[in-house]
């Protein structure tokens, strides 16, 4: 198995802080794993994601894609083989969807009628009936529906990465749930990697086939969701965990 | 009255759709130069959030300025005449638009850029294909003040000599005669309503996504 997301050593500082976002991380990516990034808001997961889009450059350090040093590439062209949804998902409301989903194909000038079967295809995948959404605006979609067509655009041009921040952060528990299932089939689908950012533990360890936790810019700890349960590595890990499981208490104690 | 007004069409006809055509020429000339000026001044002040707000501020007290008396101030500097006159309505043109068209392109969602530049849009496309389309409903806002506020006030460009349909109204006043008064402030007011019918149109033609109902 290949390799597809390398960090060595990677280092980010923004302006006007002491503390770094991110602070000399290491780690790899396997290709075909869906990891989830885990952390409280503030913890440089955000940070973490958007530097290998190139939203954010690191400071120090090498980040590496399929062996290569993205660094070295053009960030603009580098971003189009990487699928990127964020919490808010920011469609375009002046396109229908359809034209939303064929974004990247028309940067890359597919022509019409491959973009046109793709994005029935994606449209299909995502639980949406094309004939009947493929003219719709954003506007005219429910939240959850928006986020469905971000990951259709997001998957558009068949990346083998996909950056996936929050995506389901504002989405209601219910339809959150089915998106997760969704997202997971999808995920076995196309064997691709994903890497997933969230602050929902039973979220993260939900989809992930590894979960990377985060804390004040350093790994706590990266392994297999039930390795973390069964080993925690450092206090923090504990600590979350027991929030959990006091959670679960809860259940437990009003049911009965 | 109504056979006053008959008659003066009978007799003037010429000179009524004359002064129509000059009224609606220096109009049209002054929206066009203040569209070329306050569009890309206004995008310009929204680089850098001390120019954005001098621009802003400058430019909302400058429409309180009375239009009569930008026509006036300018004598001295500019003679009388069209030039003028339209330089004039220009300047009353511009804080509309400029103002409508900074605020659109601030408030284009911080997300939509995020995602479109994640998506390998280049700086080029993230103007044309987003920015701009999403800035049109607020710029097009501020061309309908701009266009209507022009056309009332190309009235007033009569009194610097730049003709129009101010000229009947201006000769009604003179000669005391309700029935130039009525064609002349009755045809302003139908060209403005008209104009504003047409960009209104126009707006719900080429920005029909902001026009469906939200979500179902």
Do not use: C
């Given at each position: 198995m290949s390799i597809s997301i390398e960090f060595n050593d990677v280092s980010k500082k923004f302006q006007n802080t002491s503390e770094y976002a991110v602070d000399h991380i290491s780690f790899s990516v396997t290709h075909g794993e869906l990891i989830t990034i885990l952390g409280s808001s503030g913890c440089g997961k955000t940070t973490l994601l958007k530097m290998i889009n190139r939203?954010?450059?690191?400071?120090?350090?090498?980040?590496r894609f399929f062996g290569e040093d993205i660094s070295r590439n053009d960030p603009v062209e580098f971003r189009r083989k990487i699928g990127y949804v964020i919490q808010q998902v920011g469609l375009f409301p002046h396109m229908t969807i359809e034209k939303n989903i064929?974004?990247?194909?028309?940067?890359?000038?597919?022509?019409?009628?491959?973009?046109?079967?793709?994005?029935?295809?994606?449209?299909?995948?995502?639980?949406?009936?094309?004939?009947?959404?493929?003219?719709?605006?954003?506007s005219q979609l429910s939240g959850g529906q928006q986020q469905r067509v971000g990951l259709a655009r997001a998957l558009a041009a068949d990346p083998e990465l996909m950056l996936l921040d929050e995506p389901f952060g504002a989405i209601d528990a219910i339809t959150r749930l089915k998106l997760q299932d969704e997202l997971?089939?999808?995920?076995?689908?196309?064997?691709?990697?994903?890497?997933?950012?969230?602050?929902?533990?039973?979220?993260?360890?939900?989809?992930?086939?590894?979960?990377?936790?985060?804390?004040?810019?350093?790994?706590?700890?990266?392994?297999?969701?039930?390795?973390?349960?069964?080993?925690?590595?450092?206090?923090?890990?504990?600590?979350?965990?027991?929030?959990?499981?006091?959670?679960?208490?809860?259940?437990?104690?009003?049911?009965? | 009255m109504m056979e006053k007004i008959m008659e003066y069409f009978m007799n003037n006809m010429d000179s009524y759709l004359l002064a129509v055509r000059q009224h609606i020429w220096v109009s049209l000339l002054s929206v066009a130069c203040a569209l070329l000026i306050g569009v890309p001044f206004g995008i310009l002040s929204t680089k850098n959030d001390r120019a954005y707000q001098l621009v802003t501020s400058v430019f909302n007290t400058f429409r309180i300025v009375p239009s009569l008396a930008v026509l006036i101030l300018?004598?001295?500097?500019?003679?009388?005449?069209?030039?003028?006159?339209?330089?004039?309505?220009?300047l009353l043109a511009i804080p509309p638009i400029l103002i409508n068209t900074a605020l659109a392109y601030r408030s284009v969602p911080d997300s939509v850029v995020e995602s479109a530049r994640g998506m390998g849009m280049s700086d080029g496309q993230l103007?044309?294909?987003?920015?701009?389309?999403?800035?049109?409903?607020?710029?097009?806002?501020?061309?309908?003040?701009?266009?209507?506020?022009?056309?009332?006030?190309?009235?007033?460009?009569?009194?610097?000599?730049g003709g129009g349909l101010g000229t009947i109204i201006f000769t009604g006043l003179g000669l005391n005669r309700t029935d130039l008064l009525l064609i002349g402030g009755l045809s302003v007011a139908v060209l403005a309503i008209l104009?504003?019918?047409?960009?209104?149109?126009?707006?719900?033609?080429?920005?029909?996504?902001?026009?469906?109902?939200?979500?179902q």
């Open positions: 939203l954010y450059e690191p400071d120090s350090g090498v980040i064929a974004t990247v194909p028309r940067i890359l000038k597919w022509d019409k009628d491959k973009i046109r079967s793709r994005t029935d295809e994606l449209l299909i995948l995502v639980g949406l009936d094309p004939e009947e959404y493929r003219k719709r605006y954003p997971l089939k999808i995920h076995q689908a196309s064997r691709k990697t994903f890497l997933f950012v969230t602050h929902d533990i039973n979220e993260a360890f939900k989809l992930g086939s590894r979960v990377l936790i985060m804390d004040s810019g350093k790994i706590q700890q990266f392994d297999t969701p039930r390795n973390i349960v069964t080993n925690p590595a450092n206090a923090f890990v504990e600590s979350l965990i027991d929030s959990v499981r006091q959670q679960e208490l809860l259940w437990k104690e009003t049911t009965s | 300018l004598i001295p500097v500019m003679g009388t005449g069209v030039k003028p006159a339209v330089v004039a309505l220009v103007f044309w294909k987003v920015r701009i389309p999403l800035s049109l409903p607020f710029i097009f806002t501020g061309l309908k003040t701009a266009a209507v506020e022009v056309i009332a006030s190309a009235t007033l460009a009569t009194y610097i000599g104009v504003s019918g047409i960009l209104n149109l126009l707006d719900r033609r080429i920005l029909r996504y902001t026009h469906l109902g939200t979500s």
